[in-house]
């Protein structure tokens, strides 16, 4: 496996995990419950919520594996497009800010509403306002700041001949 996969796939594991453990956290703190159903819920976009809340450990399974996957595909869609974001703003938090406004909307407008999960009324309100602060620190900006570590290290090494070449420029 190459730089670039490996780089890929570790960022992935961190915001993805950063984004889960924030998302249990929000819910423990609103419901005075741990949510440990949420996998369930998550895998209910795919098969149905009442069918997920069923439960058991190919439905967490497969929770678990729709929650990854979607963070491995906007990491990966951020990789691909640091060097061109890297083009317009050197700014790492301001790449990852304007990044996570992305997956927010593409979450909420998009993906959301495309589930087998019941559909609801998009309120805006403090909890999406706060939902959006957490997504840009646990999962938008640390995808920024790894993937710039890593394609700086790629001209570093030389791996990369050029800051024009990696796109930087």
């Known amino acids: 496996m190459n730089r670039f996969w490996k780089a890929v796939l570790l960022t992935t594991l961190?915001?993805?995990?950063?984004?889960?453990?924030?998302?249990h956290v929000d819910q423990t703190i609103r419901t005075?419950?741990?949510?440990?159903?949420?996998?369930?819920?998550?895998?209910?976009?795919?098969?149905?919520?009442?069918?997920?809340?069923?439960?058991?450990?190919?439905?967490?399974?497969l929770g678990v594996f729709i929650h990854y996957f979607i963070s491995f595909s906007f990491t990966l869609f951020f990789f691909l497009l640091y060097p061109a974001i890297s083009k317009v703003s050197s700014n790492k938090y301001l790449n990852g800010l304007l990044y996570t406004?992305?997956?927010?909307?593409?979450?909420?407008?998009?993906v959301l509403p495309l589930t087998a999960l019941p559909s609801r009324p998009f309120v805006f309100n403090i909890h999406q306002v706060t939902g959006f602060l957490v997504l840009a620190v646990v999962f938008g900006t640390p995808i920024s700041l790894?993937?710039?570590?890593?394609?700086?290290?790629?001209?570093a090494e030389g791996t990369i001949h050029s800051r024009q070449q990696a796109g930087l420029i």
Do not use: C, E
């Not at 406004?101 to 998009?110: A, G, H, L, S, T």
């Not at 790894?146 to 001209?155: C, D, E, F, G, V």
């Open 146 to 155: 790894l993937a710039a570590k890593y394609y700086t290290s790629q001209i």
């Open 101 to 110: 406004i992305f997956v927010w909307v593409m979450m909420n407008f998009i």
């Open 32 to 61: 005075g419950a741990f949510p440990h159903r949420m996998f369930y819920v998550i895998a209910g976009g795919a098969i149905g919520l009442k069918t997920a809340l069923n439960g058991g450990p190919l439905i967490i399974a």
């Open 14 to 23: 961190i915001a993805g995990t950063l984004d889960i453990i924030a998302a």
